[in-house]
């Protein structure tokens, strides 16, 4: 889902955040229509809403020894997104699969195309306007991405390799929902993607728990550091830091 940073509204406290290892799965990032997991989507929006990348993929090293990066991919409009992914892989010179993908993803859901071949787009204006009206969270690029006058300034997360202004055909060669395999990264659909300005990761939806739990670690950890820092201690002193 798109999430619109709000420190005013952090569940009151990182205390209030109720997240244990029995009380939620990756499934409560969206709230059932008859709202029967609307604490553990509470407390996990409150959770996601206050953290960034950064913290995520902290918790993720912690967890398994990875950070969970896709190198290269670049916030397009300075926005934030997490939530739930599907796949797209094709080529360049094909942006008909990506609208295919579209029409699979459910509402909250992200899209993460990817595609081989020379640098021409196979996301722009239009897709993000029909994809914005469908309720889909954000979409990401690992390729190329046009209309950047306008893409710039939508209220749709859009993140990519980098920008053309050409494109291909709508030829829907390609495949929906595969396993993509990125820089040794076995990515699959369903997996849990967070972005923002810092970059883009993905985390394997067997580990979610895990490192959703490790990052509201981090999250206090983090707040008591601020306060001692604040309170006037280095961060060489509070991090252990000794010069030999």
């Not at 939620?24 to 997991?37: G, P, Q, R, T, W």
């Not at 991405?145 to 291909?168: C, E, S």
């Not at 959703?212 to 252990?240: D, P, R, V, Y």
Request: hydrophobic letters at 35%.
């Amino acid at each position: 889902m798109a999430s619109k940073k709000s420190k005013s509204n952090e569940k009151n406290e990182l205390k209030d955040i109720n997240l244990t290892e029995d009380n939620f799965s990756i499934e409560d990032l969206y709230l059932k229509d008859d709202e029967s997991n609307i604490e553990a989507y509470t407390n996990l929006k409150a959770l996601l809403d206050s953290v960034c990348t950064c913290q995520v993929s902290d918790a993720y090293n912690t967890v398994a020894r990875r950070s969970g990066v896709i190198n290269g991919l670049k916030s397009v409009n300075k926005h934030r997104v997490y939530g739930r992914i599907v796949t797209c892989d094709t080529n360049s010179d094909d942006w008909g699969t990506g609208l295919l993908a579209m029409d699979k993803a459910k509402e909250g859901e992200i899209l993460f195309l990817h595609s081989n071949g020379e640098p021409s787009a196979i996301w722009g204006e239009l897709a993000s306007t029909c994809a914005q009206e469908k309720g889909i969270a954000g979409c990401v690029i690992y390729g190329y991405l046009r209309d950047i006058d306008i893409t710039r300034y939508m209220d749709f997360p859009l993140f990519a390799l980098d920008l053309v202004p050409n494109a291909g055909m709508a030829l829907a060669y390609g495949k929906v929902n595969p396993e993509l395999k990125i820089d040794g990264k076995i990515i699959k659909p369903g997996d849990f993607l967070f972005g923002d300005e810092s970059g883009v990761l993905i985390i394997p939806q067997e580990t979610f728990k895990q490192v959703m739990l490790e990052t509201l670690n981090i999250k206090i950890k983090e707040a008591g550091i601020l306060k001692l820092l604040k309170e006037g201690k280095s961060l060489s002193e509070i991090a252990g830091v000794k010069k030999e």
